[in-house]
C-alpha cells in the first residue's frame, strides 16, 4: 500500500508509557466529550465528512489552549519526543479519566513535532479524514483538494497556503482539502491530531505526492506524480524552507 512506511510512523501507537494528568477544567472537558461525540457521528455516517470538519475546527477554536496543554499533558508527551533528521516524531495521546468520556474513544490522537525545516511531507488521503491543532510554534501550511486519483498520480488544486501559528485549526477530508503540507518555520513545532481511518467502511490511504514535479493544468489544477514514503521523505522531509 503506498505511504505504509509513513501511515505506521504517524498512526501507530507508542511503546512508552506515558503520565496521564487529573487535573481537568470544565471547558476541556466539554471539549473532549464533545469531540468524541463528533468523532462518533462521523463514524457511524450520521454526518458528512466536512461537517465533522467544521464542527471540530470550531471545537479547537473554543478551547483554551494552556488548558488544552495540562489535560493531555504535554510537557511529558513532548519530553518522549526523538526528532528523526527526516520528517516528524510522533506520541500517543492518552486523556485522563473524564467522567461522560469513554476509556476507548473512537479517534486516534497524537502528537506531531518537528524541528526547523523538517515537514509533514505532502500527501491526500483516501476513507480518512483527520484535524489538526497547533499547540506551539510556527508552520508553513499548505492545503489542496483532491480532484481525481489514479495509480500513479492525483490531480488537485490549491485551496490554503498560510502561516499557522499557536491556535490554528486544519482539518483534511475526502470532501474537503485533501491534500496537506506542513512545514516547521520555528526551531521547534507541535500539532494536536484526531485521525479518523476506514470511512464508510472501506479501508484508508495514504498518498504521498511530488509536488515540484507538478504538471500544470487549465485553470489552477495540477497533475501530480504519486510516490514511495521513502522517496518523499527525501525530498521533502527536511528542507530549507520550500
Known amino acids: 500500500m503506498l505511504g505504509s512506511v509513513l501511515t505506521y510512523s504517524?498512526?501507530?501507537?507508542?511503546?512508552?508509557?506515558?503520565?496521564?494528568?487529573?487535573?481537568?477544567?470544565?471547558?476541556?472537558?466539554?471539549?473532549?466529550?464533545?469531540?468524541?461525540?463528533?468523532?462518533?457521528d462521523l463514524k457511524l455516517g450520521r454526518i458528512p465528512q466536512y461537517v465533522w470538519q467544521e464542527s471540530v475546527e470550531r471545537l479547537f477554536s473554543r478551547v483554551d489552549l494552556e488548558e488544552l496543554l495540562k489535560f493531555i499533558d504535554f510537557e511529558t508527551?513532548?519530553?518522549?519526543?526523538?526528532?528523526?533528521?527526516?520528517?516528524?516524531?510522533?506520541?500517543?495521546?492518552?486523556?485522563?479519566?473524564?467522567?461522560?468520556?469513554?476509556k476507548d474513544v473512537v479517534f486516534i490522537k497524537k502528537i506531531f513535532g518537528m524541528r526547523k525545516g523538517r515537514a509533514i511531507i505532502p500527501h491526500g488521503h483516501s476513507n480518512m479524514a483527520s484535524a489538526h491543532l497547533v499547540l506551539g510554534g510556527q508552520f508553513k501550511l499548505r492545503h489542496y483538494e483532491k480532484l481525481a486519483l489514479e495509480k500513479r498520480q492525483m490531480t488537485i488544486r490549491p485551496t490554503i497556503d498560510m502561516t499557522a501559528a499557536a491556535g490554528?485549526?486544519?482539518?483534511?477530508?475526502?470532501?474537503?482539502?485533501?491534500?496537506?503540507?506542513?512545514?516547521?518555520?520555528?526551531?521547534r513545532a507541535f500539532t494536536f491530531d484526531v485521525i479518523m481511518l476506514d470511512l464508510a467502511g472501506k479501508r484508508y490511504d495514504?498518498?504521498?505526492?511530488?509536488?515540484?514535479?507538478?504538471?500544470?493544468?487549465?485553470?489552477?489544477?495540477?497533475?501530480?506524480?504519486?510516490?514511495?514514503?521513502?522517496?518523499?521523505?527525501?525530498?521533502?522531509?527536511?528542507s530549507a524552507m520550500h
Open 10 to 40: 504517524l498512526l501507530s501507537g507508542c511503546s512508552k508509557p506515558q503520565a496521564v494528568s487529573t487535573a481537568v477544567e470544565p471547558l476541556v472537558r466539554h471539549w473532549a466529550i464533545e469531540l468524541n461525540e463528533y468523532c462518533s
Open 77 to 102: 508527551l513532548e519530553n518522549g519526543l526523538k526528532y528523526p533528521d527526516l520528517g516528524v516524531a510522533t506520541e500517543s495521546v492518552t486523556f485522563p479519566p473524564l467522567e461522560g468520556l469513554p
Open 168 to 187: 490554528t485549526a486544519s482539518s483534511i477530508s475526502d470532501e474537503a482539502n485533501n491534500v496537506h503540507w506542513f512545514v516547521a518555520e520555528s526551531d
Open 206 to 238: 495514504i498518498h504521498n505526492l511530488d509536488l515540484d514535479r507538478a504538471e500544470p493544468l487549465e485553470g489552477d489544477a495540477l497533475r501530480v506524480p504519486v510516490i514511495g514514503v521513502n522517496a518523499a521523505l527525501k525530498r521533502y522531509g527536511k
